[in-house]
């Protein structure tokens, strides 16, 4: 046994379990407020006791965690803590990459482990309904960010004339919508649209309607609970999925339902992650991470539907080009990508 390569694999577990028992300490900042209170300037856990209103001494343990940690900064001179421009940015800013929301899901999905466990012997599926709140409000404002920067200032107009029909008054559905961000980010961006969102889960659907008259446009942006090889309506200029198809237990029963409900001339917007086609290619941080949720959500998720052929989270390009193939499209192309997502124009 090489003793050193022992040693680096438990330098990795320090880092990872340290890691672990800190995702619990940002979801504890981010509900108490504490980063925006240290947002407002360098602090001692005194002084972001008094903005705060909470304990100090909680404080001083949270603070030189996440000192630790690297999500906040420390001042031996001063004895006071501090955010970054750009921690800031990520820790505070909901429109910024929303860390603290992704900590948030992953507490809520990792809380069913003990189902999970049973479902790795038995081979059932956990539904996504059969999750916390935390999973399906994380998720959407961990995600919306990223759909916030790119989906209309760049996603939209990759596709072929679709911007132009966006802009003329398009018919739009929104298939596994979940809160609805997307679909209210293009009515918002489209004043003439009309998008129909669905989604399987009720929960998400009442969400997503609450969100859609906050945002002024309940008039034009309607939610429907149905499954995705099911949702109503035909002749749509655009159908829209957004890191859904993945999910999904019959993603090609899904796709053919998409074909149908498109008009002659429309096209598929289908956004998944950014994954290689072989393993080896997604043995990366960003591969573990789609990996770890793949397992707790995306995989139980699609395993609990009919069919129960789900792709996972890192299916890569060559097998959500199959599916398409499959369901009947001749039309296949990858229109934008970022580090995250794949972005496809898929037609009839």
């Not at 046994?1 to 040693?7: G, H, R, T, W, Y």
């Not at 001083?60 to 001063?78: I, N, R």
Request: glycine share 12%; net charge negative.
């Amino acid at each position: 046994m090489d003793q050193q390569k022992v040693s680096e694999f438990l330098g990795q577990f320090v880092v990872d379990l340290g890691a672990t028992g800190a995702a619990g300490s940002v979801v504890v900042g981010h509900r108490l407020g504490l980063y925006a209170s240290l947002a407002e300037g360098p602090a001692t856990p005194d002084q972001l006791a008094a903005r705060s209103g909470c304990h100090p001494r909680y404080l001083t343990e949270w603070l030189s965690g996440q000192a630790a940690g690297g999500y906040v900064t420390y001042d031996p001179a001063t004895a006071t803590f501090a955010l970054t421009e750009e921690q800031a940015f990520c820790l505070v800013d909901p429109n910024g990459p929303n860390v603290p929301a992704a900590f948030v899901a992953a507490l809520g999905y990792l809380r069913t482990e003990p189902q999970l466990t049973e479902a790795f012997r038995s081979g059932a599926g956990l539904a996504w309904h059969q999750h916390e709140d935390d999973v399906f409000v994380g998720c959407d404002a961990f995600y919306r960010p990223g759909y916030v920067a790119a989906l209309v200032p760049s996603w939209i107009p990759a596709l072929d004339g679709v911007d132009e029909k966006l802009s003329a008054g398009a018919r739009v559905a929104d298939v596994g919508c979940g809160l609805g961000s997307a679909a209210i980010l293009i009515a918002e961006a489209y004043p003439r649209a009309v998008v129909v969102g669905s989604d399987y889960h009720p929960g998400s659907v009442e969400h997503a309607r609450k969100k859609a008259a906050e945002a002024g446009v309940g008039d034009r942006v309607s939610f429907e609970v149905a499954e995705a090889k099911a949702f109503s309506g035909a002749g749509f200029d655009l159908v829209t999925m957004f890191d859904s198809l993945h999910d999904m237990g019959d993603p090609v029963g899904a796709a053919r339902r998409v074909r149908e409900a498109l008009a002659p001339d429309g096209t598929w917007l289908l956004v998944e992650p950014n994954a290689g086609d072989r393993l080896e290619d997604n043995l990366t941080p960003v591969g573990r991470l789609f990996y770890s949720g793949s397992t707790f959500l995306c995989v139980p998720t699609g395993m609990s539907q009919d069919g129960a052929s789900p792709l996972g989270a890192q299916a890569g390009e060559a097998a959500t080009r199959a599916v398409a193939i499959a369901a009947g499209f001749t039309r296949f192309r990858r229109a934008a990508e970022t580090p995250f997502n794949a972005v496809y124009e898929i037609r009839p």
